[in-house]
């Protein structure tokens, strides 16, 4: 981690920095003092010379990021989606950063096709064109399956991409470590953590099988939702470093012009991606975490098309219930609801006062609902939430951090659909659907279920604990020797316990 190629690889970045500019925005989003400001000005500037130079048509940062290159590009994407981290201002320049790199030869990717499938291309494929689309980490070819006639897409990671990317990591992880070393007051944005959870989604997305996994999830999560197209993987043809998955052609959502020209409802279609959204996330706690205008596409016959599902999101069913009553409590002013749903979950710690911080929610709610109904904006209203649940001491959540940034580019894109969307009256019917079964007599039902299958698991088990346990304890007793005379008595606890826990469950969810 300490080696040469790491800090010379780390001198240029700040030389990279400095030279575009970009080093004065880095220390604005890290609240530096205006000391350190201009301390690190100075010294950056006699190496200046070393830098490179990117792109002066870009913005600073994503200028200083794309001459850097792959690993910089991902890592600027990655950061976009935290604006926790880096600043609402950032976030949204990062969001805009540009993903496209040249192309490496097509001889190149057949070859690694052939390295990784163990069959030559001839065979595999009866068409293989040139690349579609290049981006930082792998490339797009179009082909047709041999065997099927099929027309696919083939992604192909870039040669050598994983250990570029690694060496990368060990200089962002040198560079993390000194940071928070030299500027105490960068602890807040949690360098190292920052860098942990780049390593993650970056690992993750150069193992293409992984991307296969989460598309073949999300297709059959999503079959049955009207409207949408989800292309399934061709597993036969996809490995660690190839995905092959069906070709999906279709209008891109930028498009506008040209939906009109099909006679696309472009207001019907803005509803279908927000509520398909909320669908996901509520419904499968598994969603789209990239939903933005170049992943989406919509045929002729209005149906929405997704793509890249290398970013996924998932909450758990308990989180979900947690989202679903912020949501409604929200969209039926009941603030002191909202309050409680933090407090129940956790979320803000419990000496704090809930009456305080039901009066914070009500400052974040009616301002927005007091505006026109096509301003109305459910990802305005997370921003604030997050905000206001800061002040009140709660801990950063990054399954709510990738949703909310997820909501907000949905959100964006509903409205480049149908600028008069009203978000809350779009999102309302979902939200109260997920509410009533899952929050209803039916999700009652479904807990007592699973709280018996647990206890018909574990049931036969429970003798033999409490003899083990007596044991120990120096008092065998007279009931372990009844137990172990009579097998049939150790199915006694069963029943006590079943009753004990269906009743807890049931004045839980009245009272």
């Known amino acids: 981690m300490r080696g040469p190629h790491n800090i010379w690889r780390l001198v240029r970045t700040l030389a990279t920095m400095e030279r575009t500019g970009a080093i004065g925005q880095v220390l604005e989003a890290m609240q530096a003092p205006p000391r350190l400001r201009v301390a690190a000005r100075i010294l950056g500037w006699p190496f200046k010379w070393m830098g490179l130079r990117g792109d002066p048509d870009l913005p600073p940062l994503t200028r200083a990021l794309t001459a850097l290159g792959p690993a910089y590009i991902k890592f600027g994407q990655v950061l976009s989606t935290r604006p926790d981290i880096v600043g609402e201002e950032m976030s949204g320049q990062l ?36 690349p579609v689309a290049a981006a930082s980490i792998a ?9 099927t006639g099929q027309d696919v897409a083939v992604k192909v990671l870039r040669p050598n991409i994983e250990r570029a990317f690694r060496k990368d990591l060990d200089a962002f992880y040198l560079a993390a470590i000194w940071i928070e070393r030299l500027a105490p007051f960068s602890r807040r944005l949690r360098p190292l953590d920052v860098v942990a959870h780049f390593e993650g989604v ?51 959502l930028n498009e506008l012009a040209a939906m009109d020209a099909a006679g696309i409802d472009r207001v019907a279609l803005g509803a279908r991606v927000l509520q398909l959204f909320l669908s996901h996330a509520l419904r499968d706690g598994f969603f789209h975490g990239d939903m933005h205008q170049g992943n989406l596409k919509v045929t002729p016959a209005g149906d929405l098309i997704a793509y890249d599902f290398g970013i996924m999101g998932r909450i758990d069913e308990y989180t979900r219930r947690v989202y679903a009553e912020i949501l409604m409590g929200f969209i039926r002013k009941d603030y002191r609801r909202v309050a409680e749903v933090h407090f129940e979950a956790g979320y803000v710690p419990p000496d704090r006062d809930i009456d305080e911080f ?43 951090i990738l949703l909310q940034r997820t909501m907000v580019v949905v959100e964006g894109v509903a409205r480049s659909l149908d600028p008069h969307i009203n978000i809350w009256q779009v999102a309302r019917p979902v939200v109260e659907g997920y509410i009533r079964k899952h929050m209803g007599p039916q ?41 172990r005379r009579d097998r049939a008595w150790r199915w006694w606890p069963l029943p006590a316990i079943a009753a004990a826990l269906a009743a807890g469950a049931v004045l839980a969810r009245l009272f």
Not at 139 to 147: D, E, F, I, L, P
Not at 205 to 217: G, I, M, V
Not at 470 to 475: E, V
């Open 443 to 483: 999700a009652v039902l479904r807990d007592l279920l699973l709280t018996a299958r647990v206890l018909a698991r574990f049931g036969p088990k429970l003798p033999a604990l409490v003899e083990a346990q007596l044991i120990r304890a120096g008092n065998p007793g007279a009931p372990v020797k009844l137990l």
């Open 358 to 400: 039901a009066r914070a929610l009500r400052a974040v709610g009616e301002p927005i609902f007091g505006m026109e109904a096509s301003r109305i904006s459910m990802a305005r209203l997370l921003s604030y939430l997050f905000e206001v649940t800061e002040r009140f001491g709660m801990e950063t959540r990054t399954e709510l």
């Open 202 to 252: 970056v690992l993750g997305e150069l193992d293409l099988r992984l991307e296969c996994s989460a598309a073949s999830e999300f297709a059959d999560n999503t079959a049955g939702d009207a409207g949408l197209i989800v292309p399934k993987p061709v597993w036969s043809a996809s490995g660690r470093t190839v995905m092959t998955i069906a070709w999906a052609e279709g209008i891109g």
């Open 139 to 147: 490339q797009v070819h179009r082909a047709t399956m041999a065997a």
């Open 95 to 130: 969001k805009y950063l540009q993903d496209k790199l040249p192309p490496f030869p097509t001889a190149i990717a057949k070859a690694m096709v052939e390295a990784e499938l163990q069959v030559p291309v001839d065979e595999l494929f009866s068409a293989f064109s040139e």
